[in-house]
T-cell receptor, first 114, second 111 residues
């Protein structure tokens, strides 16, 4: 059984550019959630995907978008990058959208916008 | 507003002591609560979940839930330097909402 894997691990982008982050969910998990964690803060919910549909969204602008594929892997896309987008981006998978058995997190992607 | 509140610390305890971490949450209807450990630069790791009032023990860790007071705590017995990390409290609120995290409490265990 494999855990949640994310790629890339680190990324440096220039303000205004676009970025795509990738996540493979844990085997058997059909729900993927994305979180942004700024330094010294707790993770903030971006959105969740369940069976290829967006199932909930946090307080993030439309330039944050996502996809989930039939194998339950997922992408997070951020357009028009801003300096404040610099953060650790975490993908978490769960057995169901309710998440009441807990979420398993990937190792994260550290994004730096300069 | 559905929130989880934690004291950011740092909380310093000597090796071998009991570390007590606390968390409050805003929604009385919340059902599920989680404690995650996060080492610096790493992703959160689930260490405990608790769903009903009372205590739940797992090795050196005990989670305590008091729904009337909207309060969750984590006790770490026989604290070790390797327990030094940030501990994140998280709650699943009612209404099919996502997992909401507190800002985390930084724990430092001094050898």
């Amino acid at each position: 059984e494999t855990g949640v894997t994310q790629s890339p691990t680190h990324l440096i982008k220039t303000r205004g550019q676009q970025v795509t982050l990738r996540c493979s969910s844990q085997s058997g998990h059909n729900t993927v959630s994305w979180y942004q964690q700024a330094l010294g803060q707790g993770p903030q919910f971006i959105f969740q995907y369940y069976r290829e549909e967006e199932n909930g969204r946090g307080n993030f602008p439309p330039r944050f978008s996502g996809l989930q594929f039939p194998n339950y892997s997922s992408e997070l896309n951020v357009n028009a990058l801003e300096l404040d987008d610099s953060a650790l981006y975490l993908c978490a998978s769960s057995l169901s959208p309710a998440g009441d058995y807990g979420y398993t997190f990937g190792s994260g992607t550290r994004l730096t916008v300069v | 507003q559905k929130e989880v509140e934690q004291n950011s610390g740092p909380l310093s305890v000597p090796e071998g002591a009991i570390a007590s971490l606390n968390c409050t949450y805003s929604d009385r209807g919340s059902q599920s609560f989680f404690w995650y450990r996060q080492y610096s630069g790493k992703s959160p790791e689930l260490i405990m979940s608790i769903y009903s009032n009372g205590d739940k023990e797992d090795g050196r860790f005990t989670a305590q839930l008091n729904k009337a007071s909207q309060y969750v705590s984590l006790l770490i017995r026989d604290s070790q330097p390797s327990d030094s990390a940030t501990y994140l409290c998280a709650a699943l609120f009612s209404g099919n909402t996502p997992l909401v995290f507190g800002k985390g409490t930084r724990l430092s265990v001094i050898a």
